[in-house]
Each structure stands twice: as C-alpha cells, then as structure tokens.
C-alpha cells in the first residue's frame, strides 16, 4: 500500500477538521501529497505520518490565515456548522480562533497537540512517531494546551463591567 492509500484518510480528516470545509480540505490534502512527492525525491521523512500530519496542519493553518485577510473569503460557512446545528457564524470563529491558537504554537506543540487530540494516540505511540522521550512529548502537550487555552480564553472571559 502506497502513502497516498494509506494516509489519505488521515491527512483529509486533519486538514476537514481545522478547515470545516470539504473543498478545502480536498485542497489541502492534494497540496499536502504533492509536497510528499517533492520531498521523497529527495529523501523519504522517517516518520510519514507526522510528516503528513505536520504539512496538513500547517497548510490548513495557511489557508485560514489567508482568509482572515480576505474579507470576501469569510464569506463562506463550514459545512460542519451546518450539519450540527451549531451557529455557523460561532463555528467558523471558533474554527479561526483555535487556527490562530495552533499558530503560536512551534511546530513540536502542534504536532503533539493534533496527534494527542485528533487522532487520540498516547503519549508513548506520539513518543515513538516523533522520536521523542515521553515526559518531552507530555512537555510538549502541556505548553501546547496553555497557549491554545491562552489564545481562546478572551472568547469565554467574563465580560467586565
């Protein structure tokens, strides 16, 4: 099984899941396996998956940077929002809050963060995949959560009066 067969799942429900829209994560996803063939012809990541996993997160993170710049970009409501019943106005601010939240992380927070709350691994199967010591990896989930709660905490801090 090829790296496309294998982790085309994978990659897609990274890039739907930060980017609530389908198009887009197919986007992400093609830009995504495209870059995997550039960089395999120069060597092969020893860690496909949180090569993968990596590029995905910061593609999605692009593309909603991208759109907070464009005023007409914003325009759009995720098809997540729609499907849950949620408010898609709430949802996709959320969705660009937790992105600029990821933003500030370094790329070994984000990493851990996805792989610990995307895809559910344990801190040793993330240890194992980043070649990593496990009490770094829980480091690394810690500060992440901390500056993810940071980003977001003006969103649910109590109005002052």
Do not use: C
Not at 76 to 96: K, N, Y
Not at 136 to 151: F, I, Q, S
């Amino acid at each position: 099984m090829g790296v496309f067969e294998q982790y085309r799942p994978d990659v897609y429900g990274w890039a739907y899941r930060l980017l609530g829209h389908h198009h887009d994560a197919q986007d992400t996803a093609q830009d995504v396996f495209l870059r995997w063939l550039a960089q395999s012809r120069r060597a092969l990541p020893n860690n496909p998956r949180g090569w993968l996993r990596q590029v995905t997160v910061n593609r999605a993170i692009d593309l909603l940077r991208a759109r907070r710049s464009s005023p007409s970009a914003s325009d759009s409501v995720p098809e997540a929002a729609a499907i849950s019943g949620t408010d898609p106005l709430e949802q996709q601010e959320l969705r660009g809050a937790v992105a600029a939240g990821l933003e500030r992380l370094t790329e070994a927070q984000r990493g851990v963060l996805i792989a610990k709350v995307y895809d559910g691994l344990t801190f040793a199967q993330i240890a194992n995949e980043l070649g990593l010591a496990i009490p770094t990896v829980k480091t690394h989930y810690l500060r992440a959560l901390a500056g993810v709660r940071d980003a977001l905490s003006p969103r649910w801090a109590p109005e002052r009066t």
